[in-house]
């Protein structure tokens, strides 16, 4: 007798693997998909740890923005503190140099031959006028100037014939520059 198999076995076959690939298929793609949220949990825990180090950096950074500041205001407070101090130097040796700059003209004014009417010090500029007894007087006057070292530049700006008390005297006008005389140091510094 022959048999006749009215069921579909290729077909169910067929269906089988199907279902097999399906299978597959799915436990693959949830691998892959476990794989992908285990992967995104490992990332989001490294981005997390890093933008944790990004906040303790950044607060760092403002602990030291005001150490920054402090040193900012400390470094300007020295710059005015050296200004000061340096005007103050300055206002001593300038003192100091009127006092000088006197002291060696009284030197070097011949007591008995020049008399002096006015002396001024503006800066370094001296301006200084008198009347001696002739020109000879004048000049060595000049000259004794000149050997000091605290006056500078001693130029003769006017001499003119003056009658006082029935004898002729001269009249005359200096300008002068005074600076102190260069320390050691800055004579060092010089050579």
């Not at 949830?30 to 825990?45: D, E, K, P, T, Y």
């Not at 005007?87 to 009127?98: C, F, G, H, M, P």
């Not at 007591?111 to 370094?124: A, D, E």
């Amino acid at each position: 007798m022959v048999y006749i198999n009215l069921l579909p076995v290729k077909e169910i076959k067929q269906r089988v693997q199907a279902r097999q690939q399906v299978f597959l298929f799915s436990v693959v793609f949830l691998g892959l998909l476990a794989c992908l949220v285990f992967a995104g949990v490992i990332h989001q825990r490294v981005v997390s740890g890093l933008e944790d180090d990004v906040a303790k950096l950044k607060l760092k950074k403002k602990e030291f923005n005001q150490v920054i500041a402090e040193i900012k205001k400390i470094e300007q407070d020295k710059k005015l503190l050296r200004t000061r101090i340096d005007i103050i130097t300055r206002l001593r040796k300038e003192a100091d140099l009127t006092v000088r700059v006197m002291d060696e003209v009284a030197k070097a004014t011949p007591p008995s031959r020049v008399y002096i009417n006015s002396l001024s010090q503006q800066g370094n500029n001296l301006s200084l006028s008198g009347v001696a007894l002739d020109n000879r007087t004048i000049a060595s006057y000049m000259d004794t100037l000149k050997m000091s070292p605290f006056v500078n530049n001693v130029e003769l700006r006017q001499a003119t014939l003056l009658a006082q008390g029935g004898k002729k005297l001269k009249s005359f006008s200096f300008a002068c520059k005074v600076s102190p005389p260069p320390t050691d140091d800055e004579s060092k510094t010089n050579k």
